[in-house]
């Protein structure tokens, strides 16, 4: 499995992030499906706007590719993402790329011109066969560069002369540099091979990257071939695409400031990879309460499983909770088998989250044969499930704080200020001043504060989405 790293010249964008959740989900699953994977994340670390970048800071173009790699691995270690198996960078990997380059000029299929190398798309007739353009398609200067020295418009470069203030590699036609597509087909031939089972990156890698590396690995070897293409959707913004130009991105860093980096993922797996993945508060919200509910269930069936006096309780699971949990089991490995199908995944969560709560507090459900078998034997498929999705915490008691911490974030509050407003409530609810008391839950509940009443008469609070979002459109 080859997937491409976002060009490593500014923090990690938070519209560059889709990929690696759904890689990361993809690799574990493979392997839940007792797979051997071979993972490879590439960085690249030599290309046009990254000497533009690192001109603009005065900083030498390898040591900002480095330095914005370390950031993008924190921010890759935030959102739980399968680490790789092997990262290979482009400056490292000059021998494999003149090797290729050299394949494809001895099969006739590019031309040298004044220390450049460009590789010829007549010389390839499946050339389109990915994104389906046709060659008449190409106009110089959209797509590829405009250059009168070149055979047709539509050629790319294999290898750039060196520069004036550029960095440059020895090669056989002069000092210079790779052109931005041959780096992914030699780095993946290195690791994988020619011929291997997975390549992802974004859906706007289709046409040219991609296109251009089929031409260049068939070229070099005739048996090069990519079984499986999975390309993710675009970000938007409130259904308007991110990008630098409208001056609507943000970074990883600053979504996770004030949300969850789990709830983050769980956003980002209730999307389907193809489709654009629509970036908003509310959805943001919703996904953290979401998230919130879930790991609050499960805490609360860990903390009864663990009772002292539940333990020595034994016995087969009862089989209508074996029902739900084969049925867990099977929709889950339908979704996930049905093109990493996420969002089906997390959905069929619902009905064994809801027989947890029943068991847990319902009349009906304590009054339940084998409890704490049925509970146990629940729990346990579910983190298997989050385990796969990489959703499981180490703590579900430290996720569920971390979570109250970052809606108190939101709200603009504390924890000392909440409960001071749920102190003044109970005061005014002892006094009969229901008006006042529902004054402080609806304040706090336009914040994200939901106030729970117990049985005993004391109340306590969790995140919520606010009453403002609830009923907006996710």
Known sequence: MYVESPLMISATLAMLVFMSPLTSSSGRYLRHLEYEV????????????????ANELGEEPLSLSRRYCEEFHTDMEFLHCLPPSVEPRVSDHMPQIIDMINKILENGCAYRIDGDVYFSVDKFPAYGKLSGRKLEDNRAGERVAVDSRKKNSADFALWKAAKQGEPFWESPWGPGRPGWHIECSAMSAAYLGYSFDIHGGGMDLVFPHHENEIAQSCSACKHSNVSYWMHNGFVTVDSEKMSKSLGNFFTIRQVIDLYHSLALRFFLLGTDY???????????????????????????????????????EKGSIPPHIQTINNKLHQDFVESMSDDINTPDALAALSDPLKTINDLLHTSKGKKQDSRVVALTALEKIIRNVLTVLGLMPSSYLEVLRELRAKALKRAGLTEEQVL?????????????????????RISLESLGICLMDGKDGTTTWRPAVPSALREQHV
């Not at 071979?38 to 970048?53: G, L, M, S």
């Not at 970036?279 to 609050?296: G, K, P």
């Open 420 to 440: 001071e407003q749920i102190k003044e409530r109970t005061a005014f609810r002892k006094n009969k001043e229901y008006e006042k008391s529902d004054a402080i």
């Open 274 to 312: 193809r489709s654009p993945v629509n970036f908003s508060n509310v959805r943001l919200e919703h996904a953290s309460d979401r998230a919130f509910y879930i790991y609050q269930t499960l805490h609360d069936c860990e903390a009864f499983i663990s009772q002292d006096d539940a333990t020595i």
């Open 38 to 53: 071979c993972y490879v994340r590439n960085f690249t670390d030599v290309d046009d706007k990254i000497i533009a970048r």
